[in-house]
Nanobody, 115 residues
Framework: QVQLVESGGGLVQPGGSLRLSCVVS????????MSWFRQAPGKERESVAF????????DYADSVKGRFTISRDDARNMMYLQMNSLKPDDTAVYFC????????WGQGTQVTVSS
């Protein structure tokens, strides 16, 4: 059974940075492209970053392009999201998963950007 456990969220001022982590267990991570998603209050969950199974290609939502960086460490079964120049609009619960939500969702990690 696949388990996804996100961490690293918190309260940060506008312009600040956070690094999110996701432990992926129960699956051979290297076989899957993976994404980071977020869900803000009253809004639908959206994909913000994607990385291919090989790690050779990435893609980002326009709203985070140039500020967020997705990465992976298959040897450690870990996914990461480096978030820089954070804005209040980035406030949301962040999740990792395969595209389309292939696996059962984890609990997510709350990111709050506020002064």
């Amino acid at each position: 059974q696949v388990q996804l456990v996100e961490s690293g969220g918190g309260l940060v001022q506008p312009g600040g940075s956070l690094r999110l982590s996701c432990v992926v267990s129960g699956v051979t991570l290297s076989l899957y492209g993976m994404s980071w998603f977020r869900q803000a209050p009253g809004k639908e969950r959206e994909s913000v970053a994607f990385i291919t199974a090989s790690g050779g290609n990435t893609d980002y939502a326009d709203s985070v392009k140039g500020r967020f960086t997705i990465s992976r460490d298959d040897a450690r079964n870990m996914m990461y999201l480096q978030m820089n120049s954070l804005k209040p609009d980035d406030t949301a619960v962040y999740f990792c998963n395969a595209p389309g939500g292939l696996f059962s969702w984890g609990q997510g990690t709350q990111v709050t950007v506020s002064s």
